[in-house]
């Protein structure tokens, strides 16, 4: 074969295969676009073919039949801003996430006590639902599960719930109370966040941490009793509460985290024994706050701990050992307050060493 009847061959037969690459590639691409979910883009499964609905448009009611899990819900599509009543089946075992997410007109639910787990933002943004009763059956409540919800006034939860996941109840502005269960033993953060109405909040016995911005925003708390168990208060838990006036620590408390009640309207407060460590800011621009007692065990209290606290007048350092603070601990507190140590400390919180008579005259120092 000549050079030229093969250079002929040769570009024929790859620019055969070339194609047949790229249309095989061109099926690939397009069947893997067929498969994506629709909706958020989140990997949900099929919806089950064991529960099927029907929508009665005259009244606004979706009801659901069968048993098992729920899957991806083509009514919140088709209905969503319609749906006023959900009539759900005994024997249905979850609420998916997004189910009536943002279902506006939404009034009336009953939760059957067969459901074990409500996903992630399965009623968010449900701005007319009134009240929701979540049965002991539940064990576990998904991030921002009830976030947004406008009318949101009352909720119930019944012994059995073990979880409640980061933002499950935040920013419902008609939120008065909530009492987590004993039988809660943990809370994602931001849980009760910017529920301005809120105002008390019973705690679960079985709780040991309360996370960061637990009740951050809650403009309308005003006390708070934290139930003996509790190790550590997270960052920010009740940041921006300037109704709060009663805080009620116990005695299994070790850290106290920054911001943790900055703003307060807290008079005075008693820290317990086993506390280590006061975080940045914990107890900054807290106007009423008077006195402060800071236990023998704290080795720790952060940047502006407790400034901007103009009618602190008294503290009282039971630390041999003076704890490190930062020169603005105590920035801006009453006129020639006074400072209170262990006498055989004296000289140690007066040494330039441990920074506290950056923030107390020297002779305002004395022994207990």
């Known amino acids: 074969m000549s050079p030229i009847c093969m250079y002929i061959f ?173 039988s809660v033993s943990s809370v994602g953060k931001e849980a009760l966040r910017a529920c301005t109405a809120l105002e008390s909040i019973g705690l679960s016995s079985s709780m040991t941490s309360i996370p960061e911005y637990f009740a951050d925003n809650c403009s309308s708390l005003k006390s708070i009793s934290v139930l003996y168990g509790i190790k550590s208060i997270g960052d920010y838990a009740f940041w921006r509460c300037p109704a709060l006036q009663s805080v009620s620590l116990p005695e299994t408390l070790k850290k106290l985290g920054k911001d943790a009640f900055r703003g307060s309207a807290i008079a005075g407060i008693t820290l317990p024994d086993a506390l280590t460590t006061i975080g940045d800011f914990a107890f900054d621009d807290c106007a009423n706050l008077k006195a402060i007692e800071i236990p023998a065990t704290v080795t720790t209290i952060g940047s502006c701990a407790f400034s901007d606290c103009p009618k602190l007048a008294t503290v009282i350092s039971y630390p041999v050992t003076p704890p490190a603070i930062s020169v603005n601990t105590f920035n801006h507190i009453a006129d020639n307050a006074m400072l209170y140590v262990p006498a055989e400390s004296l000289s140690k919180y007066k040494s330039s060493s441990y920074k506290w008579k950056d923030s107390f005259s020297t002779s305002n120092i004395v022994a207990l």
């Open 10 to 182: 040769n570009y024929c037969f790859m620019k055969h295969y070339l194609c047949l690459f790229f249309a095989l590639l061109a099926l690939t691409f397009a069947a893997c676009n067929n498969n994506e979910p629709s909706g958020d883009g989140d990997n949900t499964p099929p919806e089950p073919t064991n529960l099927t609905w029907d929508f009665d448009e005259a009244t606004g009611t979706l009801h659901i039949y069968g048993e098992g899990e729920m899957g991806i819900t083509s009514w919140n599509k088709e209905y969503r801003n319609q749906i006023k009543k959900v009539v759900l089946p005994d024997g249905l075992t979850s609420i998916c996430k997004y189910a009536f997410d943002a279902c506006v007109s939404l009034t009336s639910i009953t939760i059957p006590n067969t459901v074990t787990t409500i996903g992630v933002s399965a009623f968010a943004s449900c701005n007319s639902l009134p009240s929701i009763t979540i049965p002991g059956s539940v064990e576990s409540i998904g991030e921002r599960a009830f976030s947004n919800c406008d009318n949101l006034a009352t909720v119930k939860l019944n012994y059995g719930i073990k979880t409640i996941g980061a933002s499950a109840f935040s920013n419902c502005p008609a939120l008065k109370s909530m009492i987590l269960p004993n």
